[in-house]
T-cell receptor
Framework: ETGVTQSPTHLIKTRGQQVTLRCSSQ?????VSWYQQALGQGPQFIFQ???????GRGNFPPRFSGLQFPNYSSELNVNALELDDSALYLCASSSTGTGHLRMQYFGPGTRLTVT | AQTVTQSQPEMSVQEAETVTLSCTYDTSESDYYLFWYKQPPSRQMILVIR????KQQNATENRFSVNFQKAAKSFSLKISDSQLGDAAMYFC????????????WGAGTKLIIKP
């Protein structure tokens, strides 16, 4: 167990709806990264938050947005859901510092199904 | 842009035997890290082993070892004495050594252990 938790475990939404996924970081970690993993593929980087600000973003549209709170927990929000948004969403927490101190520890993921 | 390629969608090995999973990557950077993650059916990404590019010595973690060929941009994972619990998806991942430390992932290799 990594100490990173995500909720909910599973979620079913309808196309056009909005969804919020949540992540609690491992104790002592101040950075959160979000990844989207489509079925049968490797994860794709969505964005990263450090000290409550976006610190890097992958090739995802603005309808994917996030928040990081003072306790370093985080939310991923997706507006106007599309069928292709169906995926496993992974959250990873890490701490700043050199080399291995930036190791990312993953939560169990949230499985989102859009119908 | 950096890319990671895993050319083996699926591998199988007899229990107690040795198996090698392949990974190649492309980068123009000199400072980077490479990782192997395991994703069992429970979905949680588990770090198996990591390699710093500046280290010539291949990393080893118990039954897991890597063959890091920097000039060839190759990073294979060797699993010795395979166990039923090793069955999972294995992902190779790259991380730049600079401040934007998102992970770039391969498509994964499904490892089947035959009893």
């Amino acid at each position: 167990e990594t100490g990173v938790t995500q909720s909910p475990t599973h979620l079913i939404k309808t196309r056009g709806q909005q969804v919020t996924l949540r992540c609690s970081s491992q104790s002592g970690h101040n950075t959160v990264s979000w990844y989207q993993q489509a079925l049968g593929q490797g994860p794709q980087f969505i964005f990263q938050y450090y000290r409550e600000e976006e610190n890097g973003r992958g090739n995802f549209p603005p309808r994917f947005s996030g928040l990081q709170f003072p306790n370093y927990s985080s939310e991923l929000n997706v507006n106007a859901l599309e069928l292709d948004d169906s995926a496993l969403y992974l959250c990873a927490s890490s701490s700043t510092g050199t080399g291995h101190l930036r190791m990312q520890y993953f939560g169990p993921g949230t499985r989102l199904t859009v119908t | 842009a950096q890319t990671v390629t895993q050319s083996q969608p699926e591998m199988s090995v007899q229990e107690a035997e040795t198996v090698t999973l392949s990974c190649t990557y492309d980068t123009s950077e000199s400072d980077y890290y490479l990782f192997w993650y395991k994703q069992p059916p429970s979905r949680q990404m588990i770090l198996v082993i990591r390699q710093e590019a500046y280290k010539q010595q291949n990393a080893t973690e118990n039954r897991f070892s890597v063959n890091f060929q920097k000039a060839a941009k190759s990073f294979s994972l060797k699993i010795s004495d395979s166990q039923l619990g090793d069955a999972a998806m294995y992902f190779c991942a790259y991380r730049s050594g600079d401040s934007n430390y998102q992970l770039i992932w391969g498509a994964g290799t499904k490892l089947i252990i035959k009893p």
